[in-house]
Protein backbone atom coordinates (compact mmCIF):
# COMPACT_ATOMS: atom_id res chain seq x y z
CA UNK A 1 0.00 0.00 0.00
CA UNK A 2 2.74 2.61 0.27
CA UNK A 3 3.34 5.78 1.68
CA UNK A 4 1.56 8.74 0.25
CA UNK A 5 1.35 12.97 1.02
CA UNK A 6 -0.96 15.68 -0.08
CA UNK A 7 -0.38 19.37 0.77
CA UNK A 8 -3.52 21.26 0.62
CA UNK A 9 -2.81 25.90 0.69
CA UNK A 10 -5.56 26.59 3.20
CA UNK A 11 -4.67 30.26 2.94
CA UNK A 12 -5.82 30.23 -0.90
CA UNK A 13 -7.93 27.50 -0.92
CA UNK A 14 -5.68 25.05 -3.42
CA UNK A 15 -3.49 22.42 -3.36
CA UNK A 16 0.10 23.55 -2.49
CA UNK A 17 1.68 23.17 -5.83
CA UNK A 18 5.41 24.14 -6.21
CA UNK A 19 6.12 23.48 -2.54
CA UNK A 20 9.62 21.42 -1.91
CA UNK A 21 9.16 18.46 0.51
CA UNK A 22 12.08 16.26 1.71
CA UNK A 23 11.42 12.84 3.03
CA UNK A 24 13.95 11.36 5.92
CA UNK A 25 14.34 7.68 7.50
CA UNK A 26 15.02 8.43 11.12
CA UNK A 27 16.70 6.36 14.11
CA UNK A 28 17.05 8.58 17.17
CA UNK A 29 18.70 11.83 15.80
CA UNK A 30 20.16 10.27 12.83
CA UNK A 31 17.92 11.33 10.21
CA UNK A 32 18.47 10.18 6.34
CA UNK A 33 17.22 11.44 3.26
CA UNK A 34 15.21 9.28 1.00
CA UNK A 35 13.96 11.27 -1.65
CA UNK A 36 13.05 15.22 -2.10
CA UNK A 37 10.40 16.65 -4.81
CA UNK A 38 8.90 19.28 -5.52
CA UNK A 39 5.10 19.04 -5.36
CA UNK A 40 2.74 19.07 -8.42
CA UNK A 41 -0.51 20.38 -9.82
CA UNK A 42 -2.14 18.36 -7.19
CA UNK A 43 -0.43 19.17 -4.21
CA UNK A 44 1.17 15.59 -4.61
CA UNK A 45 4.58 13.54 -5.66
CA UNK A 46 4.27 13.62 -8.91
CA UNK A 47 6.39 10.49 -8.90
CA UNK A 48 3.09 8.77 -6.96
CA UNK A 49 3.88 7.08 -3.94
CA UNK A 50 6.77 8.35 -1.63
CA UNK A 51 7.63 4.58 -0.64
CA UNK A 52 5.95 1.82 -2.20
CA UNK A 53 4.79 -1.42 -0.55
CA UNK A 54 7.52 -3.73 -1.08
CA UNK A 55 9.95 -0.83 0.35
CA UNK A 56 7.71 0.30 3.30
CA UNK A 57 9.23 -0.64 6.43
CA UNK A 58 8.39 -0.31 10.08
CA UNK A 59 10.09 2.48 11.30
CA UNK A 60 9.90 6.12 12.25
CA UNK A 61 10.33 9.00 9.50
CA UNK A 62 10.38 12.84 8.81
CA UNK A 63 8.42 14.33 6.28
CA UNK A 64 9.96 18.58 5.81
CA UNK A 65 7.83 20.79 4.27
CA UNK A 66 9.15 24.44 2.45
CA UNK A 67 6.31 26.46 3.70
CA UNK A 68 7.96 29.86 3.78
CA UNK A 69 9.50 29.17 0.65
CA UNK A 70 6.05 28.41 -0.98
CA UNK A 71 4.24 31.30 0.58
CA UNK A 72 6.76 33.02 -0.62
CA UNK A 73 6.86 32.21 -4.24
CA UNK A 74 2.74 32.54 -4.33
CA UNK A 75 3.61 36.41 -3.13
CA UNK A 76 2.45 36.72 0.25
CA UNK A 77 4.15 39.19 2.42
CA UNK A 78 5.66 37.20 5.50
CA UNK A 79 7.47 39.02 8.42
CA UNK A 80 11.07 37.96 9.12
CA UNK A 81 11.40 36.00 10.96
CA UNK A 82 8.72 33.73 9.55
CA UNK A 83 6.52 32.13 11.98
CA UNK A 84 6.40 29.07 9.75
CA UNK A 85 9.78 28.02 7.93
CA UNK A 86 10.02 24.14 7.50
CA UNK A 87 7.42 22.15 9.22
CA UNK A 88 8.89 19.01 9.98
CA UNK A 89 6.32 16.00 10.30
CA UNK A 90 7.71 13.32 12.38
CA UNK A 91 5.52 9.90 12.39
CA UNK A 92 6.18 6.35 12.60
CA UNK A 93 5.31 3.30 10.24
CA UNK A 94 3.88 0.49 12.79
CA UNK A 95 2.11 -1.85 10.05
CA UNK A 96 4.14 -1.62 6.43
CA UNK A 97 1.44 -3.70 5.01
CA UNK A 98 -0.74 -0.72 5.51
CA UNK A 99 -1.14 2.28 3.41
CA UNK A 100 -0.37 4.95 5.26
CA UNK A 101 -1.45 8.75 3.78
CA UNK A 102 0.19 11.90 5.38
CA UNK A 103 -1.66 15.00 4.61
CA UNK A 104 -0.92 18.63 6.06
CA UNK A 105 -3.06 21.40 5.42
CA UNK A 106 -1.02 24.69 5.71
CA UNK A 107 -1.50 28.46 5.68
CA UNK A 108 1.57 30.89 7.05
CA UNK A 109 0.29 31.13 10.55
CA UNK A 110 -0.76 27.33 11.22
CA UNK A 111 -1.16 23.74 9.91
CA UNK A 112 -2.21 20.26 10.90
CA UNK A 113 -2.23 17.06 9.64
CA UNK A 114 -3.45 13.78 10.39
CA UNK A 115 -3.26 10.05 9.15
CA UNK A 116 -5.13 10.10 6.14
CA UNK A 117 -6.53 6.90 3.85
Known amino acids: MGL ?3 VLDTMHGTPAAGMQVALFSTAGEVATLVKQ ?3 NQDGRNPGGL ?3 NDSLKSGTYR ?8 FKARGVALPEPNFLGKVNLDFG ?4 DQHYH ?3 L ?3 WS ?3 YRGS
Open 93 to 96: IAHA
Open 106 to 108: VSP
Open 4 to 6: STH
Open 37 to 39: FVL
Open 50 to 52: LID
Open 102 to 104: VPL
Open 111 to 113: YST
Open 63 to 70: LVFDVAAY
